[in-house]
């Protein structure tokens, strides 16, 4: 990583991320990624699984002024680079790069917020009931979360895991 470079979102081609990697390492570029871990139904079972946190976009480091940047749009596996109005590279700000590195691992893991409360806003990211938008009931030491989920018509209080959620916004009144 060079701390003068900006970071650029690139769109992949589908199931490309793999070879966008190689091949933009190869080219000398820095490469981010961040993932996150996901139930997925297989064959009636669920399966963990790793998938990128931003399907279908990697982060490229280089300096978007003096590097001749048409060139990453041919990068095998890249479709194309995200570009402003002015079609010159969107820079992504240097705050939400920190901040989305300082929340992974060395392996590109994202990590979600160590501590949930009663009353904040989760979503649901893997398992049976994935993308459903609801709050913490209680929250105990263990990492179980109570929840309420609207099943057919009815209120059902429910577990999940904290590794199962990812906190919204702020608490909800």
């Known amino acids: 990583m060079h701390p003068d470079f900006e970071w650029c979102a690139a769109q992949l081609k589908p199931n490309a991320l ?14 981010f990624c961040p993932k996150r871990r996901e139930d997925q139904r297989r064959g009636g079972k669920f399966v ?3 998938v990128p946190l931003f399907p279908g976009y990697i982060f490229v480091q280089f300096d978007a002024q003096a590097f001749a940047w048409r060139a990453l749009n041919s990068t095998r596996g890249l479709s194309r680079l995200i570009t402003d109005t002015k079609g010159r590279p969107a820079v992504m700000p240097g705050e939400f790069m ?3 590195m ?6 590109g893991l994202f990590t979600t917020p160590d501590s949930f409360a009663a009353g904040d806003k989760i979503r649901i990211v893997s398992g049976p009931f994935a993308d459903t938008i609801t709050r913490i009931e ?3 030491r263990q990492g179980r979360l109570e929840i309420l989920l609207d099943i057919m018509g009815q209120a ?13 916004n702020a608490r909800v009144d």
């Open 156 to 168: 059902v209080r429910t577990h999940v895991p904290a590794s199962a959620v990812e906190k919204i």
């Open 18 to 31: 793999s070879i966008a990697e190689r091949h933009l390492s190869r080219q000398g570029f820095t490469t």
């Open 138 to 140: 209680a929250a105990d």
């Open 102 to 107: 300082a929340r992974c691992t060395k392996d």
């Open 48 to 50: 963990k699984q790793t």
């Open 98 to 100: 920190s901040a989305m």
